[in-house]
C-alpha cells in the first residue's frame, strides 16, 4: 500500500546541509503495523511528514497504492505526542472536529465520536473539557480524533512519550484493541523497544543520522497482546535482538 523508493532528506543550514535520511526503500502492505524504531534526531519524524505530503523529499518518492504523494493527502489519521486538543471545546467536541473539517454529516459524526469514546472506556467524560482529564485520557482522546473518518493509513509519531509507564502500557492496549477493530495501516515512531514489539507486525530499526535502515524483524506474537506476554520467551528474544543491534550501532552502551 505505502512504499518508500530511494527516500534522502537534507535541510539547509548556515553551516552547510543537514543529511536526515538517506535512501529509505520501504513497503508496507495494507493494514500492517510497523514501528519506526531508532534513536533521537535520525528522521523517524520526517520520514511520517514524507509519507503523508507534508514534506517533499529532496530525493525518491514515495507512492500510495501505486499513486505518487506529491501533495498532502487528507485519507490520513496522524497522532503526535502532544494531545492538541482545543482547550474550549468538551472531549466529544474536539473527536468531532475532525469531522467537521471534513465537512461529515453532523449526525454521523457525533454518532462515530460516541462510539470511538466507547472503545477506548471513557463513557461519561464526554462532556469533561481537556484540563479536567488526566494525560491519558487527553491522549485517547486525540487518538479518537485522528480515527474518526475510518482514515486508511494512520501516522503515530510518539504518542505515548509523554505519559508515565503505567498509562503507556493501558495505552498501548486500548491502541491495538482500536487498530484489531479497524485494520488501518500504521507507522508508528517510537524510542522504545519494548513498545514497538507489542505494538507491531514488523520493526523497522533506523540508524543514527542520517537515517537509513539498519534492520527489519517481523514480530511474530499472538493477537490481542495482553499484559504477560511481555514475560514470554519469545518476546525476550524479540528484545534482545533489538537491544544488541542497539549495542552494535554504539547507542546502547554497558
Avoid at 552547510?16 to 535512501?23: E, F, V
Avoid at 482547550?87 to 460516541?114: P, V
Avoid at 537515517?211 to 514480530?219: A, L
Wanted: charged content about 25%.
Amino acid at each position: 500500500m505505502l512504499k518508500f523508493e530511494n527516500i534522502s532528506m537534507e535541510y539547509p543550514s548556515a553551516s552547510g546541509g543537514i543529511l536526515a535520511l538517506k535512501d529509505i526503500n520501504l513497503e508496507i502492505a495494507k493494514g500492517e503495523f510497523v514501528s519506526i524504531l531508532g534513536p533521537s534526531g535520525c528522521g523517524k519524524s520526517t520520514l511520517l511528514f514524507i509519507a503523508t505530503g507534508l514534506t517533499r523529499p529532496t530525493q525518491g518518492k514515495v507512492s500510495i497504492d501505486g499513486k505518487e504523494v506529491n501533495k498532502p493527502i487528507h485519507e490520513v489519521g496522524f497522532v503526535f505526542q502532544d494531545h492538541l486538543l482545543l482547550e474550549w471545546r468538551s472531549a466529544i467536541e474536539n473527536i468531532a472536529l475532525q469531522g467537521e473539517l471534513r465537512d461529515m454529516d453532523k449526525k454521523q459524526c457525533l454518532q462515530r465520536s460516541q462510539e470511538l469514546v466507547e472503545l477506548v472506556g471513557l463513557n461519561g467524560f464526554e462532556d469533561k473539557y481537556p484540563y479536567e482529564l488526566s494525560g491519558g485520557m487527553q491522549q485517547r482522546i486525540s487518538i479518537c480524533r485522528a480515527l474518526l473518518h475510518y482514515p486508511e493509513i494512520i501516522m503515530m509519531d510518539e504518542p505515548f512519550g509523554a505519559l508515565d509507564a503505567l498509562t503507556r502500557e493501558q495505552m498501548r492496549i486500548d491502541l491495538e484493541k482500536l487498530w484489531l477493530n479497524l485494520k488501518s495501516t500504521v507507522m508508528l515512531v517510537t524510542h522504545d523497544i519494548s513498545e514497538a514489539i507489542l505494538l507491531s507486525d514488523r520493526v523497522i530499526v533506523v540508524s543514527p543520522r542520517p537515517g537509513t535502515i539498519h534492520s527489519e524483524i517481523g514480530i511474530d506474537l499472538p493477537r490481542p497482546r495482553r499484559l504477560h506476554i511481555a514475560e514470554s520467551a519469545e518476546f525476550l528474544d524479540y528484545k534482545k535482538q533489538l537491544t544488541t543491534i542497539f549495542m552494535d550501532m554504539g547507542i546502547l552502551r554497558e
